[in-house]
Nanobody
Framework: VQLQASGGGLVQARGSLRLSCAASGFTLDHYAIGWFRQAPGKEREGVLCISSRGGTTYFTDSVKGRFTISRDNAKNTVYLQMNSLKPEDTAVYYC????????????????????WGQGTQVTVSS
């Protein structure tokens, strides 16, 4: 059972990146998938989550209108599209999964999630 986060990199402010969270060893159909991030010297914070039914919940207002999350169950992957990036978005981004049996549930609580990806670095230059 593994989550693999990828797609990070260095981008200029106002640029875009798309992160991927791919699962292996299990299918994501009935899992809520959350994205968290941790900037240097700061605590990990929740960014947003997609429920197993496709509903999106934003955990931080600063990304509303810029970040969107989607899932492709056929590819067993969740995507985080990040547009209009700002230097303050610089962080290591982690995806996490929680079994919800198909319920439309999400939580902004890192302990709620069962599985975590290894993180992918996003650096936004000014």
């Amino acid at each position: 059972v593994q989550l693999q986060a990828s797609g990070g990199g260095l981008v200029q402010a106002r640029g875009s990146l798309r992160l991927s969270c791919a699962a292996s060893g299990f299918t994501l159909d009935h899992y809520a998938i959350g994205w968290f991030r941790q900037a240097p010297g700061k605590e990990r914070e929740g960014v947003l989550c997609i429920s197993s039914r496709g509903g999106t919940t934003y955990f931080t207002d600063s990304v509303k209108g810029r970040f969107t999350i989607s899932r492709d169950n056929a590819k067993n992957t969740v995507y985080l599209q990040m547009n209009s990036l700002k230097p303050e978005d610089t962080a290591v981004y982690y995806c996490a999964a929680r079994w919800t049996a198909g319920w439309d549930i999400s939580r902004n609580n890192a302990r709620w999630y069962d599985y975590w990806g290894q993180g992918t670095q996003v650096t936004v230059s000014s």
